[in-house]
Each structure stands twice: as structure tokens, then as C-alpha cells.
């Protein structure tokens, strides 16, 4: 079985088109092939990284207890072929829970490595895709933030390639339920071709 790790940010849930991306892409997987795990940052108890935080990871890493349990969701990123992340456009990124989830993911000697010539990534995910919905039209844009930024983390980690499934305008007064039903196909297309 390979692991597909959901990262679930849709905040509003059931009123969410981003989660309905989700629900298409989770549709669309061969069920034989693949198992899901889903993450909802703002369920879990996880915390942004503030210094107490920061000085326990320090310590913990110091005397090589990557085995805690605060590490587990890296490890869980580490080791997923690969992860998701279904998270609304929101002031130009995503909503901050998935940066809070990325700080609690970034583990030196977890999910990636520091060497002589600089960071190295230590997933062995083959794709990262972000599926996200947008109220204007940013994608290809400086103002579109998130994609940009997950592509970054994309080589940070040392997955293989990063994906993106957008539905833009969704806000503009026009009627979003078709723009909506062509990502929800590109994203049920995208999760059949894995
Ligand atoms: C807090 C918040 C911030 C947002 N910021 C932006 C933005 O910067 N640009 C934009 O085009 N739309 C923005 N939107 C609109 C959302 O991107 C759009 O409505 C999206 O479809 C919401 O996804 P959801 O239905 O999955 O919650 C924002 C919405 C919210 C709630």
C-alpha cells in the first residue's frame, strides 16, 4: 500500500470548496493501491513554536530522542509517498495552521538534514500537492504566496515534484459551482494518474 497523507486546513469543513477538492482527490484514488491518513492542524493539539517549545526541541534533538511523541507528524510526513495539503487562499498564502503544522513538521534529522554544501531533505514522498480554493485570480501571480511557498518547502523536503489544483475567482459574483466541479475533476484526474 503506498501512504497518502491528507493535510486537512479546511477550516469551515462542511462549507469548505477546498475540502470538496479533497474529497474529489480522496475519491479518485485507486482504493486497492492506497491508504489515506488525514491531519487537521486545528484539531490536533499543535502549537506554534515559541521559545519553551523551541528549547525542548533543542534539547530533545541534542540528546537524539527523535522517538517522542512531539515527533511524530514529522516522521509521519517523513515516510508518506505522498502528502496533500488542502488548504484555502487566504491574505495571499493559506490559513496559519499549516504554518503552524510546518513548524511542528521541520525536524532536523526528521524531514530534513544539514550538511557541508547546506539543507538537504530527507522525505521520500514523490509528490507534494497543494489543492486550494481562491475568492480572486492569483495563481501564476508575486500575490499568489502559498504555492510559491509550499514549491520552496517542495525542494526543502526533497520531494520529487510539486502539484497545484486551483479554483480561482470563486468570489467575483459570479456562480463558483462550475469552477469548483472543474478542480473537483482535475482533482479526482490527478489522484487517478498517481
Ligand atoms: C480569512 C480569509 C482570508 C481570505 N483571503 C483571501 C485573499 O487574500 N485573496 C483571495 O482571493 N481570497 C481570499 N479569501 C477568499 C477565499 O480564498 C475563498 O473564499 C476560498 O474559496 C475559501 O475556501 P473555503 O471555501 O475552502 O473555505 C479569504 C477568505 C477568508 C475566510
Redesign the pocket.
Known amino acids: 500500500m503506498r501512504e497518502i497523507l491528507l493535510v486537512d486546513c ?3 469543513r462542511e ?5 470538496r477538492l479533497a474529497r474529489a482527490f480522496v475519491e479518485g484514488l485507486d482504493q486497492e493501491r492506497f491508504s489515506v491518513s488525514v491531519v487537521r492542524p486545528d484539531e490536533e493539539r499543535m502549537r506554534p513554536m515559541d521559545g519553551a517549545l523551541l528549547r525542548e526541541r533543542d534539547r530533545l534533538l541534542e540528546e537524539g530522542a527523535l522517538d517522542r511523541p512531539r515527533f511524530d507528524y514529522a516522521h509521519q510526513f517523513a515516510a508518506a509517498d505522498y502528502v496533500v495539503f488542502a488548504a ?5 498564502s493559506f ?1 496559519a495552521f499549516l504554518k503552524v503544522y510546518i513548524e511542528n513538521i521541520s525536524v532536523e534529522g526528521i524531514t530534513f538534514r544539514s550538511t557541508e554544501t547546506g539543507l538537504e531533505g530527507l522525505c521520500k514522498g514523490k509528490k507534494l500537492i497543494l489543492l486550494t ?6 495563481g501564476g501571480t508575486d500575490m499568489d504566496q502559498g504555492s510559491a511557498y509550499l514549491k520552496a518547502l517542495k525542494e526543502f523536503y526533497g520531494f520529487g515534484e510539486f502539484l497545484c489544483v486551483a ?1 480561482e475567482g ?2 467575483t459574483g459570479v456562480d463558483p459551482e462550475p469552477l469548483v466541479a472543474k478542480a473537483e475533476e482535475e482533482a479526482r484526474a490527478l489522484a487517478a494518474s498517481l
Open positions: 479546511c477550516v469551515r462549507q469548505s470548496r477546498t475540502a484555502p487562499f487566504w491574505d495571499m490559513p480554493t481562491r475568492g480572486g485570480f492569483y479554483a470563486l468570489d
